[in-house]
């Protein structure tokens, strides 16, 4: 009978510090778990954060290239809206009635009736009205020429003006755009 208590004691005894180590492995199992839990946790955000970043900058570049191409699209049709706006001037040059061209070319060279040994050149169109003008100003006309089309060259001396209408469009081209862009696109 004491052997039976004896061995009743050892059970009780092993079977608390089973119970111990139980609870202690399930403790332990716990911590790991939670461990395991919060890395795992960690790992999903940090992931999650770096691929949010790499969604954030792909979209920002992308739309940078979006912005980008719009912009040059409109460039684009700014230039060519510009480039109709420049014909259309040539054509209205070209256009002008013989009344109006006489007085254009009247007023380039009326600046040189005072000046001495003054040649004009002169392109077919309202050859004779203007070269009566030019001589009524005392001024040498020389023959016509195919050189231009609108316009008039004064030699005064060693210098010569170039009053060629389409030469002058050339000149300013680049001032002439962006006098044409200033009225057109002021937004």
Do not use: H, W
Request: proline fraction near 1%; aromatic fraction near 6%; include cysteine.
């Amino acid at each position: 009978m004491e052997e039976e208590i004896i061995l009743n004691k050892i059970r009780e005894d092993a079977a608390k510090e089973a119970e111990t180590i139980i609870q202690e492995a399930e403790e332990k199992a716990q911590k790991i778990e939670s461990q395991n839990k919060d890395k795992a946790t960690k790992q999903a955000q940090e992931k999650f954060e770096t691929m949010k970043a790499k969604i954030t900058t792909d979209a920002m570049a992308e739309l940078e290239k979006i912005d980008f191409d719009a912009r040059s699209k409109i460039l684009i049709e700014k230039k060519r809206i510009i480039e109709i706006v420049k014909e259309k001037v040539k054509q209205k040059i070209k256009d002008l009635n013989e009344a109006e061209y006489i007085q254009i070319i009247d007023e380039k060279i009326k600046k040189y009736k005072d000046e001495k040994e003054v040649e004009i050149v002169l392109p077919k169109k309202c050859y004779e009205p203007i070269r009566k003008i030019a001589t009524d100003y005392g001024m040498k006309v020389l023959e016509e020429t195919d050189e231009f089309e609108a316009g008039v060259i004064v030699k005064c001396g060693k210098i010569e003006y170039n009053y060629d209408f389409e030469e002058n469009m050339k000149f300013m081209d680049e001032e002439i755009e962006k006098e044409i862009d200033t009225i057109l696109f002021r937004f």
